[in-house]
């Protein structure tokens, strides 16, 4: 079971082992097989594709764990970065790991590390909150985070960003440092920084577009 990190904005960025593991896998696991399908045909890859996503990841992992224990060589690809971060992947690994099925994780593309590094906000140490709760258990995480001293990153959805940086602003104070990276990798990448509210009164103004990874600050201590 190999797990294989794609760009997640720049083609340049697939490693050369990356496509090599693809080439040589017996089926890939993708989310989107029309996505996966360009990205195999931009590095000229011939490859059976079949979905795996979080609406269908629980049915057919008995099938897939079958045909790994008959020896085949399977690869999981997300859309963009690596798979098992805010994408599906976990179930798979851990029921391998259970059946003493061997896992292959490559290193590559992920976007919340060149976000955290291009915030120029503490990066030593840091939590990966990935997405917030849209509504149950929201008010509790936030207030569970509001006294983290670690620098914090958060992936986020165009149209509810602004409603995030809102809400972090209520419960960490508008005055908390914060960056907002968007299309990480691609040609309009760029990374806003500044307190909560001013990056509020930024996007105010804007129509927001693109995979967005937001840095805040950790509570100074």
């Given at each position: 079971?190999?797990?294989v990190?794609?760009?997640?904005?720049?083609?340049?960025?697939?490693?050369?082992?990356?496509?090599?593991?693809?080439?040589?896998?017996?089926?890939?696991?993708?989310?989107?097989?029309?996505?996966?399908?360009?990205?195999?045909?931009?590095?000229?890859?011939?490859?059976?594709?079949?979905?795996?996503?979080?609406?269908?990841?629980?049915?057919?992992?008995?099938?897939?764990?079958?045909?790994?224990?008959?020896?085949?060589?399977?690869?999981?690809?997300?859309?963009?970065g690596?798979?098992?971060i805010?994408?599906?992947?976990?179930?798979?690994?851990?029921?391998?790991?259970?059946?003493?099925?061997?896992?292959?994780?490559?290193?590559?593309?992920?976007?919340?590390?060149?976000?955290?590094?291009?915030?120029?906000l503490?990066?030593?140490?840091?939590?990966?909150?990935?997405?917030?709760?849209?509504?149950?258990?929201?008010?509790?995480?936030?207030?569970?985070?509001?006294?983290?001293?670690?620098?914090?990153?958060?992936?986020?959805?165009?149209?509810?960003?602004?409603?995030?940086?809102?809400?972090?602003?209520?419960?960490?104070?508008?005055?908390?440092?914060?960056?907002?990276?968007?299309?990480?990798?691609?040609?309009?990448?760029?990374?806003?920084?500044?307190?909560?509210?001013?990056l509020?009164?930024?996007?105010?103004k804007?129509?927001?577009?693109?995979?967005?990874?937001?840095?805040?600050?950790?509570?100074?201590?």
């Amino acid at each position: 079971m190999y797990v294989v990190p794609t760009p997640v904005g720049n083609l340049e960025d697939m490693t050369l082992r990356a496509i090599g593991t693809l080439r040589e896998a017996d089926l890939v696991l993708t989310e989107d097989t029309r996505h996966t399908g360009r990205l195999l045909r931009h590095f000229d890859l011939t490859v059976k594709m079949m979905a795996y996503h979080q609406h269908n990841e629980h049915k057919v992992l008995p099938s897939l764990i079958d045909k790994l224990r008959s020896g085949e060589r399977i690869a999981l690809v997300s859309d963009a970065g690596t798979p098992g971060i805010s994408d599906p992947g976990f179930l798979i690994v851990r029921q391998c790991i259970r059946e003493g099925i061997g896992v292959v994780v490559l290193p590559g593309a992920t976007a919340f590390v060149p976000a955290l590094i291009g915030s120029g906000l503490p990066c030593e140490r840091f939590c990966f909150e990935g997405f917030l709760p849209v509504k149950k258990g929201r008010k509790t995480r936030l207030e569970s985070l509001a006294g983290e001293s670690r620098t914090m990153v958060f992936y986020e959805s165009p149209h509810r960003l602004l409603k995030t940086l809102n809400d972090m602003s209520a419960f960490f104070g508008p005055g908390r440092q914060g960056c907002v990276s968007r299309e990480i990798s691609k040609l309009y990448e760029e990374h806003l920084r500044g307190s909560l509210q001013e990056l509020i009164d930024v996007f105010e103004k804007r129509n927001i577009k693109g995979e967005i990874t937001i840095v805040v600050a950790g509570l100074a201590v």
